[in-house]
């Protein structure tokens, strides 16, 4: 019994220095655990506030500028754009520009002296149920009386919600899971193409060749693209099929930015496999970038509930800009000419963890 304790704790030592060793794995134990304390603890909040409103004050009296700066002395929303009409605040909707838009019409003192009718509209992107649900406090804001006299009870602001008005999850979960399944898979099929031909032993034949770096970081991903690609479709035809959700937008624009996406996606795979050197560690720095990307992106927690530098963090990772855009052309219905600001920063994300990518490899074959 001695004998066979004496050998599993000669096991356990040999497996502790090899783990001492390995720098990535021991930084693994330490940076995850690390790093999910404090997303969930500081990044991540229910409680959304200074969600991004417009206003469009058509009467434009003391008690319709009193009602807007009741709004935001409530923290919920922050005016951001003001608008002279519905149409306008619409479009600011449909672009993600603004969250939240009040309606204020002419007749609004007339509204709050009859009663009757709701004097003021609310209108909310309701594609994500928390933002829809934060909105709801500005349901009961107190309305001023146009007069001294005593007037009647009035109505509470008409809420409006568009593009998920059932709130359904589906809706606003299918768009985004386009996003972090890509992340995944992309991510992790480029970062083993390049370890596993080093384990295999075939890294120093392709040196042999006339292939150039550039040329053999292109040929890796060409084939992943038409896999990100189909993947894409498959999640539209089950999602369309099973769970109802819409595609208000051209078909041709949600291919369009997915394509985008997938590219600038596989890139970080890339990063990866210049880094790691062996599969294992390409799967545990696949697991660390993508850890981060889906608590910060908005995919399951809003963006505009999180800290300023957390923010400032997500800005950094594709799949940020990739939830805007295809919530933007899937549920608002918006062209990708609305939503281009988005566009950019995965092109800039390409190209450099390209050149890192290249940069790098160029250093190993020295």
Not at 18 to 29: A, K, N, S, W, Y
Not at 108 to 125: C, I, N, S, T, Y
Not at 285 to 297: A, D, G
Not at 318 to 334: D, E, Q, S
């Amino acid at each position: 019994m001695s004998g066979s304790l004496g050998r599993i704790l000669a096991i356990a030592r040999k497996e502790i220095r090899q783990l001492l060793r390995d720098r990535l794995t021991f930084g693994m134990v330490i940076g995850v655990p690390l790093m999910q304390l404090l997303l969930f603890g500081y990044a991540i909040n229910q409680d959304v506030r200074h969600l991004r409103a417009a206003v469009a004050d058509q009467a434009g009296t003391g008690c319709s500028r009193q009602l807007v700066a009741d709004a935001e002395a409530s923290q919920v929303v922050d005016v951001v754009a003001r608008a002279n009409t519905a149409e306008e605040l619409e479009v600011l909707l449909r672009r993600g520009a603004v969250l939240v838009a009040i309606l204020i019409p002419p007749d609004f003192e007339r509204r709050l002296m009859e009663g009757k009718r709701p004097p003021a509209q609310l209108m909310v992107d309701g594609s994500d149920p928390i933002i829809l649900q934060s909105s709801r406090g500005l349901l009961d804001l107190p309305l001023c009386s146009p007069r001294a006299a005593p007037r009647p009870r009035t109505a509470s602001l008409e809420l409006r919600a568009y593009y998920n008005p059932g709130r359904r999850s589906p809706v606003q979960i299918v768009p985004g899971l386009i996003g972090v399944i890509l992340t995944m898979t992309m991510t992790l099929f480029t970062a083993v193409a390049i370890v596993r031909e080093r384990e295999r032993g075939n890294l120093e034949f392709l040196i042999t060749t006339p292939v150039r770096t550039p040329e053999l970081m292109a040929g890796k991903i060409l084939p992943y693209v038409g896999i990100g690609m189909l993947q894409v479709s498959v999640i539209l035809t089950v999602g369309s099929a099973l769970f109802r959700v819409p595609i208000q937008g051209s078909l041709l624009d949600v291919y369009a930015v997915g394509l985008v996406f997938v590219i600038a996606t596989l890139t970080l795979g890339l990063v990866i496999s210049t880094v790691a050197r062996t599969q294992f560690q390409a799967f545990q720095l696949t697991f660390f970038t993508f850890l981060p990307q889906i608590l910060l992106s908005g995919f399951m927690f809003p963006f505009d509930g999180m800290p300023r530098a957390a923010r400032a963090l997500a800005e950094l990772f594709p799949l940020t800009h990739f939830v805007r855009l295809i919530r933007g052309v899937m549920l608002r219905g918006a062209g990708i000419g609305e939503v281009s600001r988005d566009v950019w920063p995965l092109a800039l994300f390409f190209a450099v963890m390209l050149t890192i990518a290249v940069t790098r490899f160029r250093k190993r074959l020295d």
